[in-house]
Structure formats: C-alpha cells, structure tokens
C-alpha cells in the first residue's frame, strides 16, 4: 500500500467533515442548536424556577451544569434527530441528486468504503451537535448560576469534576443514540434522489417510534424502538454510578446500527447510479 | 503495467434493461482501439449514456461483458478508473464550493495520488481549461461554459489513458468550443484514447478517427472515419435517354458498382477525373442531358444509418 493510499481514507473523512460542517445551511442548524440552552439559562434566570420543575430543571439556580442537561432533555425529541437526520438523509441522496455521486463513484470511490466514510462523518457530527449542546449550555449555565457541587438523583452531592464527567457521559450516550438514528437515516439516504424526502422519512421514522412509545397498550414492542431508551440517560446522575441500567440502550442503539448500515450497504452496493 | 492493450474499450453483448422492461441498449459490442478519438454518436436518447454509465460501472449491466484499458470491469474498477477521466451527462459539482474546493474534494477521494500535490494539480488542470481566473468562485455563480470547463479539468487532475466525454463542448460558446476541441487533440496526441458522446456531426468530423454509431439501444455502425467515408464514396451520376450505352462507357472506363436507376446511370467514381467521363460520353454518342458528381455528406450516411437526423440541440 502506499504512502497515497494509506492517507486516502483520512483524507475523503476531512473532506467529508469539510462538506458539512463548511455548510451556510448546517451552521444556522447549529445555532439554533447552541440557542436552546441559551434561552432556558435566562428564561430561568429572569423568571426563577417553579415547584413544577423537573429534577434537572429545578437544580438549574443552583448549579449552571444543569442548563446543559437541561437542554439535551429538551433537545432530545425534536431539535437533535432533526439535525442528525437532515445531515445523515442528505449523505447519499444529497449527492445523488447533486450528480456529484457518479464523480465520485467514477473518481473511483469504492462504494463500501464511501459508505464508510460516510456513516463516521455521520457520527462525528452527531457528537459535535451533541457536545454543543452541552457545552453552551454548562458555559451559559456556569457564567450565570455559577458551578460548585453536583446534587445527583439519588440525593447526594458530588464534586464539580465528578459533575462534569457525567455530562460527557450522558453526551457520549446521547451521541450514541442519535448515531443509531444516522444509520437509519443514511439507509434511507440510499434509496432516494431525494434528500428533503430522505429527510422526512428520516423524522417520520423517528416521531413515529416516540408516539408508539408513548402508547403504553403497545408496551411488547417498546424495547425494539429506536427511541426508547433514549431518556435512560438519567440512570447516569444516580450515586453510586451504574452503567449497566444504559445496557438495553446501548444494544439498542449497536443493534440498529448493525441492521441499518448493513441494510445501507446491501442497497447502495448493488444499485443503478443513474442520477 | 501490462502491455499496451491493443483496444481501449471492448465490449460484448453489453446490454442493459431498465426495471420498467426498456432495453436502453440492447447486445453492444464495442471496440475502441487504443489511441483512437472514438466519436461515439447517435441521437438524444439513443443509449449513448447509459452504455457510457455502464461502462463506468455506475449501471449494471444486464448482461454482457467490457473491459476497459485490457482489464475487466467491474471487476478491476479499483485499479482502471483512476486511469480514466469521465464526463458523464454533464458536469456536477456542490454548489456552494468554489471551483477548487470542487476539484479538492475529487482530488480527496482519489486513493492512488497523495495530497501533498493536491493543490498543484488542481491550479494547474484550472489552468488548462481557462477557469485559473475563477478558481475561487462559487461553482453556483458559474456560467453554464463554466461548468463544463470545470467538469473538463476534473478529468485533467492526473494524466488518464482514457477519457470517457459525454457532450464535452455542451453550453460552450465558439471560441469555448474550440478551445475544448484543441484541448482534446492535444491529450489525443499525447496518446490519450478519447471516446467522445455526441451528437453534432461536425465534431466528429473535425476531431475522431473512429465512429460508433448508436441507434435505439444498437450500435449500428463501427468503423474508422474514413472508412465510413468511403462507404458513401463519390458516385458520377449520368442523365441520359440512352442509359444502357452511358452505363457501357462507365464500365469501359473502369467504374466499379454501374448502376441503373430512373433514367440514370451511376457508378462509383473512384479515381476517374469527371470531365474525362464527359468527354468519352460525349465521344460515345451517348446524349449526356445531364452529369454530376454525388457525393453523400457524413449526415446523409448517419441519416441512413439511423433514420433520424442530428444537430439536434438539446
């Protein structure tokens, strides 16, 4: 192998990261991502907290780490799959319907390993949203209501560095959950010219999976959803730390990143390019 | 490297049938020999382009083989098709990259050449295709020429064996044209094999040595140019009220292929000077009421060929 290609892989990723976090339309997306935490700060800062308040929502006054999990809760739902699904659907139907795909296919790309390149960029970027989230939200939250010490779930209180090191763990899980979201969506992606389509679809899939979550008379098919356990993200702010309650989560997640990458290859491995 | 191989493209029965059960082209066998400018050529929605997308491996093919530079595909596309250069149903780049952020990425997934020339070679295939002045420019604020000069210098990032062009000079304006047509007599001569997609007659009389000629999914003709020339060679063409003694002095003066027809006696010309046709008609007692020389345009051929006509835009 030479020195070329050795480097190639890394450099299509780069390229990749470039394509998409160099985007006009992906940068007001992460704004609107970075706001969420920003108003939740002040709202609460200029309105106080309610007795009605979550757990999260009510520690807010008294430790700005909160506005940071604050916002991934309130995240979670809507605003984070809709990024995620808009930057996964478009992967390969975006190109596709650019024509850029057939230049690369041509340049050549192997399929597989742009697929690969694909569903890791995919993931970093599902990381980053994640982590900007988290990360305007503990630097508003931190510059308004001041750090200090973390009170957990369980009613004890833990050090401010203990505190930060379960934020990036709930946003490695969280990250995690939204990259099963990616496989889904680049499945999609593969099967359409069309990224707004793709993009929909994409969403659909995953409102869908919350409603039927929330209908308790369907509760046998809850575990195989892709967001139902996407809240358990909580069990990380109980004392002592436990990761086993994330398990079935994580499974979850691996598994519908195994069944919809490999569905994602099946298709576009073996499709008609005539875009 | 192997050999030189002595065709650049070859094909089999390739043949491709869309799930709607259209056969878009239908047991081709192609035979681009090495180091031809191959027009290949045939009306819009003839199967031009999906042959090229099925040579390029973007389309599988229903049946039938190809190979291209000696090697099988799809087999081999990993170590062909960086030797290949394609333009394939126009150019398509993102248009919110300028020029050379749209070669960069290209350049990016070309796993047989290193970065550390990225920037050199992207500066300088701009260079060859006129667009250097435009490099930074959005491709979305590009011309339509532009577009099709930075499809162009895609192809140029590395030296290729072969170039696959659909339409190459589409959108260009005269002087854009000839520029495209020198650009391409110049990789030609550098040894490049060029298939060239098209459907306007006078570039591949300015620019091919070799035609395919496409027509409903077939390909009906393939042959050098000069053969296909003389396939519609010349013929001297003689109006007379005495037909049978005009096609004798024909024959006597050694025109191959008399002919009778309507009044006319015809033959090939050949080699025969018309005006010493004349003069032994003439001195035959033959009444010549009228004589010409009827040469078919390369347009009559392909119009015979395929029953459609070309210079068709679009």
Same mark, same amino acid.
């Given at each position: 192998m030479s020195r070329a290609e050795r480097g190639a892989g890394v450099r299509l990723l780069r390229s990749e990261l470039r394509l998409i976090f160099g985007r006009?339309?992906?940068?007001?997306?992460?704004?609107?991502?970075?706001?969420?935490?920003?108003?939740?700060?002040?709202a609460i800062r200029t309105a106080g907290s309610s007795s009605g308040d979550s757990f999260v929502f009510g520690q807010i006054t008294d430790n700005g780490l909160f506005v940071a999990l604050?916002?991934?809760?309130?995240?979670?739902?809507?605003?984070?799959?809709?990024?995620?699904?808009?930057?996964?659907?478009?992967a390969v139907a975006g190109e596709a319907n650019l024509g850029t795909l057939r230049y690369l296919l041509v340049t050549p790309v192997d399929r597989t390993r742009l697929l690969v390149v694909k569903m890791t960029a995919i993931a970093i970027f599902a990381a980053v949203a994640v982590l900007l989230v988290a990360g305007v939200g503990?630097?508003?939250g931190l510059a308004i209501f001041g750090g200090g010490d973390v009170?957990?779930?369980?009613?004890?209180?833990?050090?401010?560095?203990?505190g930060l090191l379960r934020l990036l763990l709930v946003s490695g899980y969280l990250t995690l959950c939204l990259v099963a979201l990616g496989a889904v969506g680049l499945f999609v992606s593969t099967l359409t010219e069309q990224p707004i389509a793709a993009t929909i679809a994409t969403l659909v899939v995953t409102l869908a999976s919350q409603i039927l979550d929330a209908l308790s008379q369907l509760s046998v098919i809850h575990p195989y959803l892709l967001t139902h356990y996407w809240t358990d993200f909580g069990e990380l702010l109980r004392d002592p730390l436990t990761l086993a309650p994330l398990g079935p989560g994580v499974l979850c997640a691996l598994a519908y990143i195994a069944v919809f990458g490999t569905a994602a290859w099946a298709r576009f491995t073996t499709a008609d390019v005539s875009a | 490297m192997d050999a030189t191989p002595t065709l650049a493209v070859s094909s089999s029965g390739l043949t491709k049938r869309f799930a709607s059960g259209q056969v878009a082209v239908d047991g081709i066998d192609l035979a681009v020999p090495s180091g031809a400018v191959y027009g290949f050529l045939g009306p819009n929605g003839s199967g031009k382009t999906t042959t090229i997308r099925m040579l390029l491996g973007l389309l599988h093919p229903t049946s039938g083989e190809h190979s291209l530079l000696g090697r099988p595909m799809p087999s081999s596309s990993a170590e062909v098709l960086p030797r290949v250069g394609a333009l394939v149903e126009g150019p398509a780049f993102h248009p919110y990259l300028s020029g050379r952020d749209n070669l960069?990425?290209?350049?990016? +997934?070309?796993?047989?050449?290193?970065?550390?020339? +990225?920037s050199a070679r992207v500066a300088e295939a701009l260079d060859r295709v006129g667009l250097g002045h435009a490099a930074g420019k959005r491709y979305r604020h590009y011309s339509l020429g532009m577009r099709q000069r930075l499809g162009l210098a895609a192809t140029l990032l590395r030296p290729r064996e072969l170039l696959v062009l659909d339409?190459?000079?589409?959108g260009l304006d005269p002087q854009g044209t000839r520029e495209v047509r020198a650009l391409l007599l110049e990789l030609a001569a550098a040894g490049s094999t060029v298939v060239l997609s098209t459907h306007l007659l006078s570039e591949v009389e300015q620019l091919c040595t070799d035609v395919g000629v496409m027509h409903r999914g077939s390909l009906v003709a393939q042959d050098t140019l000069a053969a296909l020339r003389t396939r519609h060679a010349p013929r001297a063409q003689v109006t007379t009220t005495a037909i049978d003694e005009a096609a004798e002095v024909l024959r006597a003066a050694g025109l191959a292929d008399v002919?009778?027809?309507?009044g006319r006696a015809t033959a090939l010309l050949g080699s025969a000077e018309p005006e010493a046709l004349v003069a032994s008609l003439v001195g035959a007692g033959v009444p010549v009421r009228g004589f010409a020389v009827v +040469?078919?345009?390369?347009?009559?051929?392909?119009?015979e060929l395929t029953g459609e006509g070309f210079d068709v835009a679009g």
């Open positions: 006009r339309r992906n940068w007001v997306g992460a704004l609107v991502l970075a706001s969420v935490p920003i108003l939740i700060a002040v604050a916002a991934l809760t309130v995240e979670l739902p809507f605003f984070l799959p809709i990024a995620v699904a808009a930057i996964s659907a478009d503990a630097a508003v009170l957990t779930i369980s009613g004890t209180t833990l050090g401010f560095g203990a | 960069m990425r290209l350049d990016s +997934a070309d796993r047989t050449v290193t970065g550390r020339t +990225a339409e190459p000079t589409n002919t009778i027809q309507e +040469a078919a345009t390369l347009e009559e051929t392909f119009v």
